[in-house]
């Protein structure tokens, strides 16, 4: 039976006091997507900020996972 995809997220805010442009979140995306993130949500703040969020998804790498468990050295 084969193992059950594990991903890791990655969440941000864009925020531009006019408002964000569209062109902004797309060279966003377009440089996440070139990192193999996937966008899974996008929301846009109604509160009169400006604020977007995006959150993405990719699957998670052994690479990654070893990563994250070695302890930091400059910590």
């Not at 193992?3 to 996440?32: H, M």
Request: proline share 4%; hydrophobic share 35%.
């Amino acid at each position: 039976m084969s193992r059950p995809i594990q991903w890791e997220y990655r969440v941000k805010s864009v925020c531009k006091f006019w408002g964000t442009k569209d062109e902004d979140i797309q060279a966003l995306l377009n440089e996440w997507g070139e990192e193999g993130w996937e966008a899974i949500a996008v929301y846009s703040s109604y509160s009169g900020s400006g604020k977007t969020i995006i959150v993405a998804k990719r699957p998670l790498t052994l690479a990654t996972r070893r990563r994250r468990s070695m302890p930091q050295a400059d910590q």
